[in-house]
């Protein structure tokens, strides 16, 4: 069963399940009233502007405040880490970030941003990335299109998000070293202007995660070819693994998505949010969603959360540099 966006009596069924001890419980002096903006660095439709918007129907009537979904994208995230860099550090201003946030502080946007320009409040998901094609597609596996890729270097576009050096180009960079394939990486803002431009003829293959393209599944008009990561999806039990198709990569390599709002946030604070983001992720509406899509939820908190970011963040120079963008 691949995920329904169809919504709204979950929602409301979502909002009568919260007591008001839980509201009491979140809503304390330390969070300021007033709705929490939380900035996007993709447009509408992307894998984490689903993820807030989802989580908002429990995290809403569980913190007792509106939450409003502003998406920022460009840059590949510079957009939207400098409004929540430029932020009050109240709780009213937070971002998810993924993977790609470290990748670009290391290049593109290295000497513009740097992790301790910001409070890394809570790690919130786990999210592998997939390849997929048109229905109409010559290709039925990442096998066939790396063969294609390593007889004619070069001629096979792949689509995903972000510049050269984003998570899911050293995705594909693994696959090239893996296999001496070759092929052509073409950068979008969103998912939804991924999958446009694979359906409209502009690249061969798009890389995302599922979340975002399931309705596409739903509807046949994307086949997938494979999937980065250790296991097949639940949410797409007949998708292969890129290992069962004899392409061996990391499969550490896996999307993560956290919440950072700007820094000097008191360490309080920081835990009331990540507890409140957490709780709200046991919502029966969220883990419907998170079980359909193949998402794992991770639990840390801001000070696991702070280490995860130092280590990531080594972890994203050393793929860069084994991908020749980092010297």
């Known amino acids: 069963m691949i995920f329904s966006f169809t919504q709204s009596l979950r929602a409301a069924a979502a909002a009568c399940l919260v007591t008001v001890s839980a509201t009491a419980l979140y809503a304390q002096d330390s969070w300021p009233a007033g709705p929490v903006e939380v900035v996007m660095h993709t447009k509408p439709g992307g894998t984490s502007d689903i993820f807030i918007r989802t989580l908002a129907e429990s995290l809403e009537p569980a913190i007792g405040q509106t939450i409003v979904v502003q998406n920022a994208p460009g840059g590949g995230g510079a957009a939207q880490m400098a409004k929540v860099r430029s932020a009050k550090p109240d709780g009213?201003?937070?971002?998810?970030?993924?993977?790609?946030?470290?990748?670009?502080?290391?290049?593109?946007?290295?000497?513009?941003?740097?992790?301790?320009?910001?409070?890394?409040?809570?790690?919130?998901?786990?999210?592998?990335?997939?390849?997929?094609?048109?229905?109409?597609?010559?290709?039925?596996?990442?096998?066939?299109?790396?063969?294609?890729?390593?007889?004619?270097?070069?001629?096979?576009?792949?689509?995903?998000?972000?510049?050269?050096?984003?998570?899911?180009?050293?995705?594909?960079?693994?696959?090239?070293?893996?296999?001496?394939?070759?092929?052509?990486?073409?950068?979008?803002?969103?998912?939804?202007?991924?999958?446009?431009?694979?359906?409209?003829?502009?690249?061969?293959?798009?890389?995302?995660?599922?979340?975002?393209?399931?309705?596409?599944?739903?509807?046949?008009?994307?086949?997938?070819?494979?999937?980065?990561?250790?296991?097949?999806?639940?949410?797409?039990?007949?998708?292969?693994?890129?290992?069962?198709q004899g392409i061996e990569v990391d499969t550490s390599w896996v999307q993560v998505r956290g919440v950072f709002g700007p820094k000097d946030m008191p360490l309080e604070l920081q835990q009331q949010i990540a507890d409140a983001f957490h709780d709200a992720m046991k919502a029966d509406s969220y883990q419907e969603y998170a079980k359909s899509t193949g998402v794992t939820d991770s639990d840390m908190g801001p000070e696991e959360y702070a280490k995860f970011v130092e280590t990531i963040g080594a972890v994203a120079v050393t793929q860069l540099t084994a991908a020749g963008l980092l010297q």
């Open 92 to 244: 009213l201003t937070l971002g998810i970030n993924t993977l790609t946030h470290f990748t670009g502080m290391a290049t593109n946007l290295k000497g513009t941003f740097a992790p301790e320009d910001f409070s890394w409040i809570a790690g919130v998901q786990v999210d592998p990335i997939l390849y997929y094609v048109r229905a109409d597609s010559p290709y039925n596996t990442m096998a066939e299109a790396v063969a294609a890729a390593k007889a004619n270097p070069g001629s096979v576009s792949i689509g995903g998000f972000g510049p050269v050096g984003s998570m899911q180009n050293l995705g594909t960079s693994m696959i090239e070293t893996a296999t001496g394939a070759k092929f052509n990486w073409i950068g979008y803002e969103s998912t939804p202007d991924i999958t446009t431009a694979l359906l409209g003829g502009h690249i061969d293959i798009a890389v995302s995660n599922l979340g975002p393209t399931a309705a596409f599944f739903e509807a046949d008009r994307i086949k997938g070819l494979g999937v980065l990561n250790d296991k097949r999806l639940t949410g797409a039990p007949d998708l292969p693994t890129l290992a069962e």
